[in-house]
């Protein structure tokens, strides 16, 4: 059974890049044509979408946040990352990486699924001096 | 950018009763639609995918309904244990923008 693990520092300091890192375990991260997220969460708030990598490095972002996040895969350690430049409070989150259902078909042909199946167990990340 | 809003906000509900929360996307989103409940210090979980396919191991009391831009989860028989927060996300399209929650607690 598929598990995911972030890790990274626990506290960033202001204007500074944050940098996260999903282990992958139980599969290979290139099987079955999966998308692997970045969702977080800051506290009284609600999920926000962060963007999405693929295996060939193709990767889609949350508009918001694009000019500040880069999305990576390491096939050969089966993980992906997070950087999130130029930090402030406003980032204060516990962050999820999650991968998404996959491809499925049908009579009229196959198609991709992006729910979020499986997520890690999230990570705190604080942004102070 | 479509815009995913959710009604109502926050709703408190008695143990049997029947409870449902809508969704709204601004344009049409087709099917590509799933639901998440998040208990307070865990991890979101899928529980509808494709906008009405109950994801496996999820209690049958849940199940959901709609296409192009207004949906539904409804719990058929409210628990102690459906206490959370539960989210729609749109995935029609990048960017996958969750809905902002909707509350649900026990009277």
């Known amino acids: 059974q598929v598990q995911l693990r972030e890790s990274g520092p626990g506290l960033v300091k202001p204007s500074q890049t944050l940098s996260l890192t999903c282990t992958v375990s139980?599969?290979?991260?290139?099987?079955?044509?999966?998308?692997w997220s970045w969702i977080r969460k800051p506290a009284g708030k609600g999920l926000e979408w962060i963007g999405r990598v693929y295996t060939s490095g193709n990767s889609n972002y949350n508009p918001s946040l694009k000019s500040r996040v880069t999305m990576s895969i390491d096939t050969s350690r089966n993980q992906f990352s997070l950087k999130l430049s130029s930090v402030t409070a406003s980032d204060t989150a516990v962050y999820f990486c999650?991968?998404?259902?996959?491809?499925?078909?049908?009579?009229?042909?196959?198609?991709?699924?992006?729910?979020?199946?499986?997520w890690g167990q999230g990570t705190t990340v604080i942004v102070s001096s | 950018e479509i815009q995913m809003t959710q009604s109502p906000s926050s709703l408190s509900a008695s143990v049997g009763d029947r409870v449902t929360i809508s969704c709204r996307a601004s344009?049409?989103?087709?099917?590509?639609l799933a639901w998440y409940q998040q208990k307070p210090g865990k991890v979101p979980k899928l529980l509808i995918y494709?906008?009405?396919t109950l994801q496996s191991g999820v209690p049958s009391r849940f199940s959901a309904s709609g296409s192009g831009t207004d949906f539904t989860l409804t719990i058929s028989s409210l628990q102690t244990e459906d206490v959370a927060t539960y989210y729609c996300q749109k995935y029609d399209s990048a960017p996958f923008t969750f809905g902002p929650g909707t509350n649900v607690d026990i009277k």
């Open positions: 999650a991968r998404d259902r996959g491809p499925y078909c049908t009579p009229t042909g196959c198609h991709a699924d992006d729910a979020l199946d499986v």
């Open positions: 494709l906008a009405s």
């Open positions: 344009q049409g989103i087709s099917n590509y």
């Open positions: 139980g599969d290979a991260i290139t099987r079955n044509s999966h998308y």
